[in-house]
């Protein structure tokens, strides 16, 4: 059995950004700073999840979310094994909650979940007997995208209340966007949403965000430029003219971040779409914080599985 620390963190699942404190919050991005060294060292690995079984069941693709989780429960100590669902018995009609409760009986201690319904990580954590992790829920909730964010600003800005963000694209159907918001306001950030209407929630400026549907203005003396890829894989029908018309007007160069402060950083939480939301020399230029939020990825991984090892099931 592992010596689990006392943990400040009060959940036992990190289903999103919603329902947590400002001080549960500033508690995982302590937490991920001390892991940041960790994952530094030569030696990478800590005993915290001794002993204990994670499994990784992402429904839909991804490079980063899934391989830093994986990475993440090894360097804490833990068995981590990854679902293969594209290869698995839900290809032959197995439910989600037939799939849960089949893994729920090999007892493992953490469940991390991506799925494509909004909902459904929800749904999975009221069927299993162990911590559930969300790791995208459709167009709902990313939230360690949001912590892996906010980390990422404040190491680089020393701090997030008071700050300018600007989250430009596809707000819409993107679950970053919806953690961001919730995370950064809480924080004290003032957030801009820019977009074509089309990309816009409906009656969203009355949540107290700040819409714009013009680049030029949105971006106007930010601090921190947040782009997004547009969510194809949720969009039905057409919600922008074309590609190069979407790049023309909302897409991220250099002209258009002049108009941010001179100091501005840009963020993207991957993958990107080079040419359609943001130009490669801004994702690669000095300005660009992009691969630093991958490396923050795996301390805030590492961060939230260490939060709820003081509450995995005692069996
Ligand atoms: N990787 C992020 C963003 C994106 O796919 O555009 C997500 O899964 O939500
Ligand atoms: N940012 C993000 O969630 O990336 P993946 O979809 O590659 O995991």
Redesign the pocket.
Known sequence: MTDAPRSVFPHRHLLGIEGLSPLDIQALLDLADQQVEVSRQIEKRKSTLRGRTQINLFF?????????FELAGKRLGADVMNMSVASSSVKKGETLIDTAATLNAMRPDIIVV?HHAAGAVHLLAQKVDCSVVN??DGAHE?PT?ALLDALTIRRNKGRIEGLVVAICGDILHSR?ARSNMILLAAMGARVRLVAPSTLLPPGIGRLGFETFTSMEEGLRDADIVMMLRLQRERMNGSFVPSVKEYFRFYGLDQDKLSLAKPDALVMH???MNRGVEISSDVADGAQSLIRE?VEM?VAVRMAVLEALASHLPNR
Do not use: I, K
Not at 60 to 68: A, F, G, V
């Open positions: 839909e693709p991804s490079t980063r979310t899934q391989s830093s991506r790791a995208g990313h995208q970053v939480p991957g993958p939020q990825g």
